[in-house]
């Protein structure tokens, strides 16, 4: 396995854990009103102890497979702001307090054999370490170093982990086929899962982030298939119906969601993930689409046609209890629940063009987060902070990154078209 | 006997149908019949029927209903992809277009699946099953388009099942606004996309 060559090797530092409550309770109220400044230097790129002979280091391959993620990822975190370092001075607690840095993270990088070592101390304005990691990846695998590292940063503020080991599948017809892909959450290490060399489309993660289903016309027919993250394992879940579109994992049990038809009535369907026990959990002649789960498991959205044009409603799980979701404007679909279940995403069309809608289900209110072009298929980052979608507003459907508030808009892929994508359930 | 003659009868009327205003272009009065030598290659290099053009179709003038049938043998394409380019362009198989989010069948598309459910029914097309394709334009969503054209692609199957065709020999796919027939982002092209496409099949 080339991917466990990431070994990660946690420095437990001995005087680690009696600091890190400090800082928790210290930073977590500033926390609360403000950003906490860090000052990220650049890399050491020296062996702690000296070597016999110490293997060159990349400084380029550094900075772009792993500084530059990294800073980035603490700059997107919300929760720090880095402070800018003059040129030609050494970094010491008297600069930080000069600069106003509550925080200075140093990094050291180096080579042993192909691989690189990189150490981290997160220090404080007193000097006390409040963090010590040390990781050993081989190059190409910088860029996870440096999300995981990212994410320990933004653990030891606020306790709880940052999105930036989480990925996004989508799909991809870079290769000529719909085929679906996966990428990390700043749209590096784009990677193909399927290869049905046919239609393949509409990827959901499992809770655990091991599998995901989707639909796939390899058989010429419309299918459900579950693949693990890897593009091993994959199975095709035979319904008995067709469509099998829109298949989503419940967040706490073994069932799928999915989208199946009989006769030319699409409805709401659940079966287990080894094709066993399928329910039926609309009734209505009308066109039912698109279900996705509530994160405790225990109610649907999904897109109906009942009222005469397509909108959202939510039910339970059990198919009773439904209720109209949204009455603004004639075309709405794609509804997702946020990840404390008190929103909901969806599209909506807005003077024709679709928009990214967010709806508050407590009180009742929602709102546009426009952008140029169709946008569409929106998905939560597991932090509930982000929003990924597909957008044409190049001219082709391209895969994006945003705030829920809309700011911070990342395009994350170029390479022929993009859509559907479907943000990992857990942050790691 | 009769029986078989009934079938004769009516695939000749249906070629003759379908291949009238062809003929008149030609200004040529006689029946055009097609013999066992001829190939695909030599199909009439005359632009069929636009497949929205969905309208009544010319019918026959009386002296050609009234001549002597002959037995007429028609080589179709061997190859399936050629078979399914020269139906439509013959105008044997029609597609049934759609309005916007709709999966009811108009008179147009009623009309064009009447004329593909005869064929499918005549000789030369009993021995052929049928996949129908539901298709949607772009200005809907995808998944909610994948369910509608399912339904597109249903109420093409039940139409063509009422009018004589073996449910058992029908397929159904939707492909949504996945596939569209006309890449452009305007009207007209919105309207090719909003169909159920026959295919036939093995």
Redesign the interface.
């Known amino acids: 396995m080339k991917t466990s060559l990431l070994l990660l090797a946690t420095l437990a530092l001995a005087p680690l854990a009696a600091a890190q409550t400090d800082i928790n309770t210290t930073l977590n109220a500033n926390q609360a009103a403000q950003v906490v400044r860090i000052a990220v230097p650049f890399p050491e790129l020296v062996p702690p102890s000296a070597p016999v002979a110490p293997e060159p280091v990349n400084s380029e391959e550094v900075r772009n497979g792993f500084f530059g993620p990294l800073t980035r990822d603490i700059a997107y975190s919300g929760i720090f702001a880095i402070a800018p370092l003059p040129p030609s001075v050494p970094v010491n607690t008297e600069l930080l307090k000069r600069i106003n840095a509550q925080l200075l993270l140093r990094l050291n990088v180096w080579k042993e054999g192909d691989d690189y070592v990189v150490e981290a101390r997160l220090v404080d304005q007193a000097g006390s370490t409040q963090l010590g990691k040390r990781y050993r990846s081989p190059a190409p695998a910088l860029g996870r170093t440096a999300h995981m590292l990212a994410n320990e940063l933004v653990r030891t503020l606020n306790g709880r982990p940052g999105v930036f080991l989480s990925q996004i599948a989508f799909a991809s017809n870079r290769t000529g086929n719909?085929e679906i892909w996966l990428m990390d959450w700043d749209g590096s290490n784009q990677r193909r899962i399927t290869f049905h060399n046919a239609?393949s489309?509409?990827p959901s993660w499992s809770p655990d982030n091991e599998r995901m289903v989707y639909t796939s016309?390899a058989r010429?027919?419309?299918d459900m298939y579950i693949i693990n993250r890897r593009g091993g394992g994959r199975m095709r879940i035979n319904s008995g119906l067709?469509?099998n579109?829109?298949a989503t994992f419940s967040p706490v049990g073994d069932d799928i969601a999915f989208?199946g038809?009989v006769?030319?009535?699409?409805d709401i369907y659940l079966i287990k993930d080894d094709g066993s026990n399928i329910r039926r959990l609309t009734t209505t002649g009308s066109?039912?689409?698109?279900p996705e789960w509530s994160p405790n498991g225990r109610q649907i959205a999904f897109?109906s046609?009942r009222s005469g044009?397509?909108q959202i409603y939510v039910m339970d799980a059990e198919g009773t209890n439904v209720r109209r979701i949204s009455y603004d404007g004639n075309?709405n679909?794609?509804a997702v629940f946020s990840p404390d279940g008190e929103k909901l995403a969806y599209?909506s069309r807005v003077n024709g063009r679709?928009q990214i809608r967010i709806a508050n289900l407590i009180t009742n209110e929602s709102r546009i987060v426009a952008g140029e072009g169709s946008n569409?298929?929106p998905t939560w980052s597991p932090d509930g902070n982000w929003i990924s979608f597909q957008s044409n507003r190049s001219g082709a459907w391209q895969v994006y990154r945003m705030r829920i508030d809309g700011t911070d808009l990342l395009q994350l892929t170029f390479d022929g078209e993009n859509?559907?994508p479907d943000w990992s359930k857990k942050p790691e | 006997m009769k029986k078989l003659s009934n079938i004769l009868l009516t695939s000749l009327a249906v070629v003759l149908i379908v291949l009238a205003p062809a003929c008149r272009s030609k200004k040529k009065n006689i029946p055009p019949v097609v013999t066992p030598s001829d190939t695909s290659a030599s199909a009439p290099d005359v632009a069929p029927p636009p497949a929205t053009n969905t309208g009544t179709t010319v019918a026959p003038p009386t002296d050609f209903v009234d001549e002597t049938p002959k037995p007429v043998e028609e080589t179709l394409p061997a190859d399936i992809e050629q078979l399914n380019r020269y139906v439509q362009q013959k105008g044997y198989l029609r597609d049934a277009f759609y309005n916007y989010?709709e999966?009811t069948l108009d008179d147009a598309a009623q009309s064009a699946l009447s004329a593909s459910a005869t064929w499918l029914k005549s000789k030369d097309g009993a021995g052929y099953n049928l996949?129908v394709e539901g298709h949607c334009d772009e200005r809907?969503?995808?998944?909610?388009n994948?369910?509608?054209g399912?339904?597109r692609?249903?109420?093409a199957?039940?139409y063509l099942v009422t009018l004589g065709v073996d449910s058992g020999r029908i397929?159904?796919?939707?492909?949504g606004e996945?596939?569209p027939f006309d890449e452009g982002h305007e009207d007209s092209a919105w309207a090719k996309n909003r169909r159920a496409h026959l295919v036939l099949v093995r």
Do not use: M
């Open positions: 719909w239609l489309i509409l016309f010429g027919t419309s067709a469509l579109t829109s989208v038809s006769h030319g009535n699409p066109v039912e689409s698109t897109t046609g044009t397509p075309w679909d794609d599209t679709f569409e298929q859509k559907e | 989010d999966a996949l809907g969503t995808e998944q909610y994948l369910a509608l399912d339904r692609a249903n109420s199957k039940d397929r159904t796919v939707s492909y996945e596939r």
